[in-house]
């Protein structure tokens, strides 16, 4: 079975290390909306050990935290589906009032559409590597 997250980053890479990395994904209405994957194809938390899990969870709220510092979104949306892509992998979804779904999922039916265009996202990613470059 073919994966595009064992094939290929699965957004615009922001940092790796050998366990896992975290990419930036372009969604119109959602700047800094970004993944943090596992690099072994595995499905579940449950699949990784407790180090693992501790590992990449450290690497999700760090990325959460970063993300609220740079941008002051009203609100974090931190979400581990894999129902499309069955490789274990985090959305971290900085989320603003005015954005296309707030306040509901932004996999539901949308409420407006998208407002100004998104930000120059270059220095956010630079900060958040440096961030990440700490872990």
Not at 43 to 71: H, I, K
Not at 98 to 127: E, M, S, T
């Amino acid at each position: 079975m073919k994966c595009e997250l064992c094939e290929g980053d699965g957004g615009e890479l922001i940092w790796r290390d050998e366990q896992c990395r975290v990419v930036c994904v372009k969604e119109p209405g959602y700047p800094g909306f970004c993944r943090a994957i596992w690099n072994a194809h595995v499905a579940e938390m449950t699949d990784l050990d407790e180090s693992e899990r501790a590992r990449l969870m450290r690497v999700v709220f760090e990325l959460e935290a970063g993300l609220r510092e740079l941008l002051r979104p009203d609100k974090i949306n931190l979400a581990s589906l894999g129902n499309a892509v069955p490789h274990l992998h985090w959305h971290v979804i900085p989320r603003f009032r005015g954005d296309p779904h707030f306040p509901g999922p932004i996999w539901g039916p949308p409420l407006r559409q998208p407002g100004a265009p998104q930000p120059d996202f270059a220095p956010i990613k630079k900060a958040l590597a440096k961030r990440l470059f700490r872990l």
